[in-house]
């Protein structure tokens, strides 16, 4: 692929905790972008051990391999045969990424596999992330599910999550919370929009030790996933899907990839 047309891809990578939304976003999002935005999207699934996905993969790694085929071949149990899957990625890495070359849409999302510790820990994240980088820019987009946060540290610890990723990852990112259509309680999530608040609610949550280390992470959280690029939507129902759109031109954008 020429230099331009590299650059010119935005190659969209989610990742999340399982079951925060990283199948679904990646065919909503994907879904509206043709719909709304007008452009060619191309999905790729690199979950083996995915059931069902709601999007057409244009590249599948389960086509490859399956999670389910490597447990019953080599008599692994589901975590073993998981870890096994990642080993494969990594050595099939060239086929996946010849795939992903070829396609020819203005954006490619990438599903990542459900268990996230898995990819990102291991080789095969780091790995086929950087070669992807190759071939256009890439973007995280870190998926946080507030539904499994039910106190003020425990939003720290999922927004930590989130950083400790872009660590390892070494690319640009956004966090979305997901499922806000799903939450009832709204006062957890607006403590992402307000710094103070969610420092008086750690201190009155009276939560000891806990709360102490939030609160000194609280910083940390404030320089590197400052509240402008914290996106709350909703997968399911399309919501926020404008502003999280914003957030990525933006990135894109400003890296020079675009004028
Ligand atoms: N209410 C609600 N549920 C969602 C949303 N996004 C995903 N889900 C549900 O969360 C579950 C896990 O979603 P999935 O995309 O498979 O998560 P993954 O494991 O990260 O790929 C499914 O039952 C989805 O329907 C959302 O925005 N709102
Ligand atoms: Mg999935």
């Not at 990646?26 to 509206?32: F, K, R, V």
């Not at 996946?96 to 459900?114: A, Q, R």
Request: charged residues 25%.
């Amino acid at each position: 692929m020429d230099k331009n047309a590299a650059n010119n891809k935005q190659l969209l990578v989610f990742l999340g905790p399982a079951g925060s939304g990283k199948t679904t976003l990646a065919g909503s999002y994907g879904n509206w972008l043709e719909k709304r935005m007008k452009v060619k999207v191309n999905f790729v699934n690199l979950d083996p051990g995915a059931e069902m996905l709601c999007y057409n993969a244009d590249f599948d790694v389960r086509k490859l391999f399956t999670v389910r085929e490597i447990m019953n071949k080599e008599r692994l149990g589901p975590n073993g045969a998981f870890i096994r899957c990642m080993d494969l990625i990594l050595k099939k890495k060239k086929i996946i990424l010849d795939s992903i070359s070829e396609m020819n849409g203005e954006y490619v999302l990438i599903d990542t596999p459900g268990q996230m510790e898995l990819f990102v820990f291991r080789k095969a994240g780091p790995e086929l992330i950087s070669e992807l980088r190759k071939l256009g820019h890439v973007i995280c987009v870190l998926i946080i599910d507030p539904l499994m946060t039910d106190s003020p540290s425990s939003l720290v610890a999922m927004i930590l999550l989130s950083l400790v990723v872009q660590l390892r990852l070494e690319v640009d990112n956004v966090i979305v919370l997901n499922k806000i259509d799903a939450i009832k309680n709204k006062t957890l999530l607006n403590l992402v929009e307000n710094r103070k608040k969610l420092e008086r609610a750690l201190v009155s949550a009276s939560e000891g030790l806990i709360s102490d280390i939030a609160l000194s992470l609280i910083d940390i959280i404030g320089e590197y996933a400052p509240a402008s690029r914290l996106v709350k939507i909703s997968a399911l129902k399309e919501i926020g899907f404008e502003e999280l759109y914003d957030i990525l031109h933006e990135i894109f954008c400003v890296c020079g990839d675009l004028t």
